[in-house]
């Protein structure tokens, strides 16, 4: 049996690629007579050292998402066209049997062989992979991922020219829409505007501009266009890291004007937070939503809690900062339910309240939202509901009054069980 090409010896952890490079041989003596466009590539050299900081982190951190495997890739690099072509066809033969114990190996070549087969021919690949027979939804869904970073357009046109046909479905166009966001983002905010109006409807539910941004990125202007229409909460956690009076400024500006301000609140916070810790965020945030007008100061201390996930530690600083118990406990409300029993953020913010009558306003008002599910609720969940309500009041040593009262509440629209 001929030598396996070394690709499948480099898929580390993966004993069984071993068994699927068997599968393989030496390319053809035909396969080495190739066009300049489809030589094998100069091999990818040892990473320079790089200095310690944010941006080149996130860097390196795309670098990894783009080359899971680096001995693989040389390998591949060395491969013309042809043996490319070869090594995807002999793979997919294997990837179509899902009981194949190299089934998880064969899809690591197929999406790594891919990729590099398009960075050389281009749009080429893209036909030539269109017009085999057989599974090709990877293969064009790995190419036009890797399509999508630099040329969106290109990408787009395949999106719509291969959406009815047989083996390409939604699920890897949203794959590749993600990818061209991720370029997109990197080229900058007009790039992002652009993609918006060329993509519409393509873009769906995916979500728009998470990051990472290069340097210089103009955050204000994406936020400008688009804040109150999509949701862009993750561009402005990270503009608040390295700006945060300027995304304070605009976020403030678009709640004045009744935009949709509000929801970023959240952001602002946990970019802060994600630098300097909890203290520092409620210290600098805190302050300035009690300063907004008394109409929409409540929602505003509301939301904190309802867009991402603050921890234990932030729930306790904003309890903390709150200088009214009417607004604690309004923000209190939000973060006690069954939901929240892992991360501690439901007794974090109890304890966070000045009295027992304080707690029991929220625990009544919990109590009251939790009897409507408790009519219909399977007997394992009614359980459950009593057995948060009963632990969370005894770590609270909440009179056994008010712990009745709470409990009486919650049975109001239940059924023992």
């Known amino acids: 049996m001929k030598r396996a090409p070394a690709i499948i010896l480099c898929l580390a952890g993966m004993a069984t690629g071993i068994v699927a490079g068997r599968m393989l041989a030496h390319p053809s003596a035909s396969a080495e007579k190739e066009t300049a466009s489809s030589t094998p590539r100069e091999s990818t050299g040892p990473i320079k050292q790089q200095k310690h900081d944010l941006n080149t982190l996130i860097k390196w951190q795309s670098r990894l998402a783009d080359s899971p495997n680096p001995d693989a890739q040389r390998e591949l690099e060395r491969m013309n066209a ?7 066809t002999r793979m997919t033969a294997v990837f179509s049997d899902s009981r194949n114990p190299d089934w998880q190996a064969a899809r690591q070549v197929i999406v790594m062989a891919s990729v590099e087969l398009f960075r050389r021919d281009g749009e080429a690949a893209l036909e030539w992979a269109a017009s085999i027979d057989g599974d090709r939804e990877l293969m064009l869904a790995s190419m036009l991922e890797d399509a999508a970073f630099d040329s969106p357009d290109l990408a787009k046109h395949w999106i719509e020219r291969m959406s009815g046909a047989d083996q390409f479905h939604k699920s890897w166009a949203g794959g590749v829409v993600s990818r061209a966001i991720a370029g997109a983002t990197s080229r900058g905010a007009d790039d992002l505007l652009r993609l918006r109006a060329s993509y519409g409807d393509l873009l769906g539910d995916i979500a728009f501009a998470p990051g990472p941004f290069p340097p210089g990125f103009e955050f ?13 909460t993750a561009m402005v956690q990270y503009w608040t890291a390295t700006d945060r009076e300027a995304a304070w400024k605009s976020v403030k500006e678009s709640i004045d004007s009744g935009g949709k301000g509000i929801r970023y609140l959240n952001g602002l916070f946990t970019g802060v937070a994600a630098l300097e810790g909890s203290d520092s965020a409620t210290k600098w945030l805190i302050p300035r939503i009690q300063a907004l007008p008394e109409n929409i100061r409540p929602e505003a201390i509301t939301t904190l809690s309802q867009y991402g996930i603050l921890s234990a530690e932030s729930v306790s600083s904003v309890m903390a900062s709150l ?22 953020q439901d ?56 712990q009745a009262e709470v409990m009486k509440v919650l049975e109001s629209q239940g059924t023992t069980r």
């Open 220 to 232: 204000q202007k994406l936020f400008t266009s688009l804040g109150n229409e999509i949701q862009l």
């Open 347 to 402: 007794l974090a913010a109890l304890r966070g309240l000045s009295s027992d009558a304080a707690r029991s306003v929220v625990l009544l008002a919990a109590a009251g939202t939790f009897s409507e599910a408790m009519a219909t609720a399977q007997p394992r969940h009614a359980k459950a509901f009593r057995t948060y309500f009963r632990k969370t009041m005894e770590a609270l040593d909440l009179p056994k009054d008010s």
């Open 82 to 88: 042809p043996a490319l072509r070869d090594l995807i």
């Open 323 to 344: 200088t009214q118990e009417e607004d604690r406990i309004a923000f209190a409300k939000q973060l006690v339910t069954i939901n929240n029993t892992s991360t501690g």
